[in-house]
């Protein structure tokens, strides 16, 4: 099995920045992609980005060029740099790591953080 949790949410001006942590744990030898999600209040959960183990990420068109994942493979960690933060990004931000234990495809989540954007 794997586990994600994740950190560094809060309260920020617009404008300013933030940096999401997620760490795994478990079977991290079995992940394929660690995406982050976010859900706003009343409305789905969306994709934010989505990084494999080839090290590419895909973005959602809403957050290119203000966001930007990176990841520690030593640490079995994945960061999440938030730029120009948006009171639109306010939302719960979650972490997924999709894996495959014995090749059957699985999914973990995390908590969430709560990230808060003051206008």
């Known amino acids: 099995q794997v586990q994600v949790v994740e950190s560094g949410g809060g309260l920020v001006q617009a404008g300013k920045s933030l940096r999401l942590s997620c760490a795994a744990s478990?079977?991290?030898?079995?992940?394929?992609?660690i995406d982050w999600y976010r859900q706003a209040p009343g409305k789905q959960r969306e994709l934010v980005v989505s990084?494999?183990?080839?090290?590419?990420?895909v973005y959602a068109d809403s957050v290119k060029g203000r966001f930007f994942v990176s990841r520690d493979n030593a640490k079995f960690m994945v960061y999440l740099d938030m730029n120009s933060l948006k009171p639109e990004d306010t939302a719960v931000y979650y972490c997924?790591?999709?894996?495959?234990?014995?090749?059957?495809?699985?999914?973990?989540w995390g908590q969430g953080t709560q990230v808060t954007v003051s206008s």
């Open positions: 478990g079977s991290t030898f079995s992940i394929k992609s």
């Open positions: 997924h790591a999709e894996f495959y234990p014995g090749g059957a495809r699985a999914s973990a």
């Open positions: 990084l494999n183990t080839d090290g590419r990420a």
